[in-house]
């Protein structure tokens, strides 16, 4: 019937061009990557292990949802927390209780560089 010539032996697919595109790809996430911490919080986490001690009045700081923070259950704008901790404290190293409410860890971010940019250098994360 039909005479179609001898039949050619099957050719094994090249893997070359497929290591060079596995390489490549390596490359390109190894450059785009970034390698180590860009920031780090420094906090006493409390719980009976930090061991600060406590003088003066309490100074519990509430960070809500949407960045509502409150001292001592009285809410507070952010630009005016650090100056309302002012006559709570006798020094910058007291301790300074924070408490997340909502679990907004960039609004607790915000809370956090607003006090430490104020001096305030002891600062308590509770749950």
């Known amino acids: 019937m039909f005479a179609f010539g001898q039949p050619r032996p099957r050719r094994r697919p090249a893997l070359t061009p497929m290591i060079d595109v596995v390489f490549l790809l390596l490359v390109f996430f190894m450059l785009a990557s970034r390698f180590g911490v860009e920031r780090t919080l420094d906090l006493t986490l409390g719980g009976g292990t930090s061991g600060a001690e406590w003088s003066g009045p ?3 700081v509430d960070v ?7 001292l001592n259950g ?6 005016d927390l650090a100056g309302a901790l002012q006559p709570l404290m006798d020094q910058p190293s007291d301790p300074v209780v924070l408490r997340p409410k ?4 960039n609004a607790l971010t915000q809370v956090i560089e607003a006090l430490r940019g104020a001096g305030l250098s002891n600062l308590v994360l509770v749950p």
């Open 58 to 60: 309490p100074r519990l």
């Open 64 to 70: 809500g949802e949407g960045g509502t923070v409150s």
């Open 74 to 79: 009285q809410v507070v704008a952010l630009a």
């Open 102 to 105: 909502e679990g907004d860890l």
